[in-house]
């Protein structure tokens, strides 16, 4: 059974950082792109990042471009997204999801299995 689990979210003030993590396990995680998307109230959920199987790759939206870093930890099975520069309008529930193959995909169909979701709040 594969299960990603969120953590790190939390309350920060505009331009403040923060780190989410999101573990994997059940054989979750080698040879299969990652990504991060999000969902602000009353909004649909919306791609943020995404990272082949080897890192070597990553894929951001326009708007956390240069603020967002996408990462992974292949051996601990862990996955990460910095955030800097953090405005409110990033305030959302985020969810870590793995692809349906090595392809960065930005679409919600292209991953199959999905997190619980963190909370971020950015106030401002």
């Known amino acids: 059974q594969v299960q990603l689990v969120e953590s790190g979210g939390g309350l920060v003030q505009a331009g403040g950082s923060l780190r989410l993590s999101c573990a994997a396990s059940g054989r979750a995680f080698s040879f299969y792109s990652m990504g991060w998307f999000r969902q602000a109230p009353g909004k649909e959920r919306e791609f943020v990042a995404a990272?082949?199987?080897?890192?070597?790759?990553?894929n951001y939206a326009d708007s956390v471009k240069g603020r967002f870093t996408i990462s992974r930890d292949n051996a601990r099975e862990i996955l990460y997204l910095q955030m800097n520069s953090l405005k409110s309008e990033d305030t959302a529930v985020y969810y870590c999801a793995r692809g349906i193959s090595g392809i960065l995909g930005t679409e919600r169909y292209q991953y199959n299995y999905w997190g619980q979701g963190t909370q971020v709040t950015v106030s401002s």
């Open positions: 990272i082949t199987w080897s890192g070597g790759s990553t």
